[in-house]
């Protein structure tokens, strides 16, 4: 069998959409517990919507298909981080969003249909930008042109990003310099808001001729501050950099890889 790619490009549907269906696959229903300890549930929220539907904890249980135990234990903040099937089940009951309920959104009603969202429906889309050497912001006194569309379950993506999808964006990986564990062709979901190589990973950075992805980390007790640049690939040297002599786009949060 070949690669995952060339199977996708042998039926004629676009393959960022068929990337997307199957990484939401793979990631959010074998992950979803780890992305929703992230969060915060929003018990005032909860009690609110129970207040403004006329729902106590026993009919709101029945409602959900919960033990009234449990509805109880989330009101009177016992249980701080309900399981994932547990918020959704509670969505559905007083036909809100999930990411509302996580105070991940202000939209209190789903953006999709006038019922309750479910995991599978909660979804965020991410502009993929042309991030070619050459083609980077600042080379040319533009910003990258938006190349593609993703979409991502906002719950995966509040886990891996700590936020929505503001500052988050899609690049192509370049040149071999990472490989093994990233190689041309590859996806990376980059957030900009992180900037910091504590604790240290692969960011990109801008250099001379474009957009490279690297993996940096403090030099410890360095002053002034420093760090070491690297590729994985051993064919590429390490060097050292003070840290204000390189520029930092932001930290990769994600990989999308052929398999």
């Known amino acids: 069998m070949g690669p995952l790619l060339h199977v996708m490009n042998t039926v004629d549907i676009p393959l960022n959409l068929l990337m997307s269906r199957i990484f939401y696959q793979i990631f959010v229903i074998s992950r979803l517990w780890d992305h929703f300890r992230t969060m915060t549930f929003r018990a005032d929220r909860l009690k609110a ?4 539907a006329g729902l106590n904890q026993r009919s709101l249980a029945i409602k959900a298909g919960l033990h009234q135990d449990r509805v109880r ?6 249980s701080r981080n309900p399981r994932a099937d547990t918020v959704e089940a509670l969505a559905g009951a007083l036909g809100v969003a999930v990411t509302w309920l996580l105070g991940q959104d202000e939209s ?3 953006h999709r249909h006038t019922g309750a969202v479910g995991i599978a429906d909660s979804m965020t889309t991410i502009p993929e930008l042309d991030a070619r050497a050459g083609r980077s912001e600042g080379t040319d006194g533009q910003a990258p042109a938006r190349v593609a569309d993703w979409g991502f379950p906002a719950i995966w993506l509040v886990g891996v990003a700590g936020h929505g999808p503001s500052h988050i964006h899609v690049i192509e990986v370049q040149g071999n310099s990472m490989e093994p564990s990233l190689s041309p062709g590859d996806k990376v979901v980059v957030d900009r808001g992180q ?8 960011f990109v950075l801008r250099d001379g001729s474009g957009i490279v992805i690297k993996q940096v980390e403090h030099v410890p007790d ?3 501050p420093r760090v070491t640049v690297k590729s994985v690939n051993r064919d590429y040297d390490a060097c050292e950099r003070r840290i204000d002599k390189i520029s930092i786009i932001g930290r990769v949060v994600a ?3 052929r398999v």
Not at 195 to 202: I, N, R
């Open 49 to 52: 919507r129970m207040s403004a």
């Open 73 to 78: 234990n989330i009101l009177r903040g016992i």
């Open 108 to 110: 209190v009603f789903p």
């Open 195 to 202: 900037t910091e190589p504590s604790p240290p990973g692969y």
């Open 222 to 224: 360095s002053n002034p």
């Open 255 to 257: 990989a999308i890889r």
